[in-house]
């Protein structure tokens, strides 16, 4: 079998979309996790195979470098077939793009939290937009809103999918780095999904951030 290299971080909640479903197509064994801290201030030469220094990246013999986790976790579905289907319906069916857009809802609002942690924690207090910083939460917060009502329709109690893993990464992501977002408080299905997830998928539970 192709051995892989994940280039990752222990608080990417993108890396820990993409373990969690290498774990779930029976792939992990073959991935050597190599730990990456991204510095967003750098400007010279990176030592990862992602040019724009963005993680995860993911470095596949006889392949070379896949980046982007929405483009390494299409790679990983497609190595076991047979239980690929469980979490990304077949070309064609609309429950396909479905679960797509909700994974890239949940990654919006984990990019929009990026950046208000970069704006926050990085950027000199005296050169912070406020208002640009106001408006990366009220994405996070629209966000919220709209997988509740998505996990919601379909019930937090169906089985996980793509789209499922991406939301629950996320809202691991707001936990541990914008936990006054209170992202539970309302919002019933998204806490039902999240408990769910964490109590019945090895892979999930044992790939808490931190």
Not at 9 to 33: C, G, Y
Not at 51 to 73: E, F, R
Not at 83 to 88: D, E, I, M, P, S
């Amino acid at each position: 079998m192709t051995r892989m290299k994940l280039y990752a971080s222990s608080t990417s909640p993108f890396a820990r979309k993409v373990i969690i479903i290498a774990k779930e197509m029976d792939v992990h064994s073959l991935i050597e996790i190599v730990p990456y801290a991204v510095d967003p201030t750098k400007t010279g030469a990176v030592s990862q195979p992602n040019p724009l220094n963005k993680i995860p990246a993911l470095d596949v013999d006889g392949i070379g470098a896949i980046y982007g986790s929405q483009v390494i976790v299409q790679y990983l579905l497609s190595l076991n077939p047979a239980k690929a289907g469980a979490f990304l319906a077949r070309e064609g069916d609309p429950q396909r793009y479905l679960t797509l857009t909700l994974e890239s809802l949940a990654d919006g609002m984990t990019d929009a939290l990026i950046l208000c942690r970069f704006e926050e924690h990085l950027r000199p207090a005296e050169l912070r937009w406020e208002s640009w910083l106001a408006g990366q939460k009220a994405k996070v917060l629209r966000a919220l809103d709209e997988m509740e009502r998505v996990v919601g329709a379909g019930s937090g109690d169906s089985p996980l999918d793509l789209g499922k893993v991406a939301v629950v990464c996320a809202l691991s992501y707001a936990d541990l780095r914008m936990p006054e977002v209170a992202w539970r408080v309302g919002r019933p299905a998204l806490a039902r999904l999240f408990d769910m997830a964490h109590a019945t998928r090895e892979s999930v539970r044992t790939t808490v951030l931190g």
